[in-house]
């Protein structure tokens, strides 16, 4: 017994130092991302005003890809073709402009401190990870039976979907560096206030729901995060784009940071997807977590304030969803109310388990 608590309290110390070294690996990714998007805005970004303000009338509200092709002159029947230029569509109606260069601002020294700062990310996710896999190994349970505990999986799983699109081939590069940024605010908050020494589950716990339960909701709080970042940055750049086609002035340093990133129209796209890929999935949550409760507490569902807050979210996210398929509600009101889905999902991730009383509050953290 003493040998087995020896061995559980250093695997605990193990995962505490493997948590600090990820933030000390997250805080160099965070530099190398502002070195990034510094070096980026002292070149000729490659997107001017004028660009987008002439783009629109370029694409016509369509989809287009320019291919030039040209001929040998020696008689040969091979065509020569030039690289396309790609135009996001947008809806009916919007602007098509070009996708920004990215963070780096298409320089060498700028996308060579992005790729740093994407390998350091990806270094502070395994030791994050190993960190809590120690700690599931230390309290022989899953490790989300507190909010520290839940806080540094949630982080980990960010940065692991993050790092799933950039292994997928995706522009998503641009996340980075709020996502380092939210991520050591987060750990940080964890390992000061929120810390709680390792310890087992009340018994009406002990289920396997809580692997499926738990497990999902910290997924499905991931990517909302990831749709949050992305609708957050479609609100920016859209206003932008509005400055610019009716030829109001921009800030330099403000136009540099605008037109590296994508397109409007390629925000709100990648937002409305992630956020409707996920939403099935926030849903099975629910369901799962009212089975549980049935099992742990012999109710499927009490007006619990987690389960209230958690279908409160659910109507958020239905209700953007229904705004995107409503012709009056597209672009800046569907994207509001994405935010305020999140802020609903935010306010259920701090606010509900620490300020409220109910069956799922860690009031003692």
Known sequence: ???????????????????YSS???????FFAHIVEWVLGSRSKVGRTAAALTGAGTAAKATATVEVRTAEKENGGGTAVLERPKVITRSAAGRRDVPDGPGAAGGTFKGDLYGRIAVSMTALGFLLEAAGVI?????????????MYEFSTTFSTVAVGTYLAFLLTKKNVRWIGLPLVTTVLLNLGIATTVLYTDSD??????????????????????????????????????????SKVARGATVGRAWASIME????????DKFSYRVNAAVFPLWTFTII????????????????????????????????????????????????????????????????VNIFVTGKHSYAGV
């Not at 933030?23 to 990714?29: D, F, H, N, R």
């Not at 396997?208 to 990831?226: D, E, M, P, R």
């Not at 590296?260 to 925000?267: C, D, K």
Request: with cysteine; hydrophobic share 55%; net charge positive.
């Open 200 to 241: 087992q589950l009340v018994p009406a716990l002990h289920s396997y729901w809580l692997w499926i339960h738990v497990s999902t909701a910290i997924f499905c709080g991931a990517v909302f995060y990831l749709g949050a970042v992305g609708t957050l940055f479609y609100l920016l750049r859209d206003v932008y784009e």
């Open 134 to 146: 120690s700690r599931a190994m230390a309290v022989q349970r899953a490790p989300w039976g507190n």
């Open 288 to 351: 799962a977590g009212a089975i549980w409760a049935g099992d742990a507490w012999g109710r499927y569902w009490g007006w619990d304030p987690k389960e209230v807050w958690s279908f409160i979210t659910w109507v958020a996210y239905a209700c953007y969803l229904h705004a995107r398929a409503t012709a009056g509600w597209k672009g800046r009101k569907a994207a509001t109310l994405a935010l305020v889905a999140f802020g609903c999902w935010l306010f259920n991730y701090y606010g």
């Open 23 to 29: 933030m000390a690996i997250y805080t160099l990714a």
């Open 1 to 19: 017994m003493i040998l087995a608590a020896t061995t559980n309290e250093n695997l605990a110390n193990t995962a505490n130092v493997l948590v």
């Open 260 to 267: 590296r990133l994508p397109a409007a129209a390629t925000l």
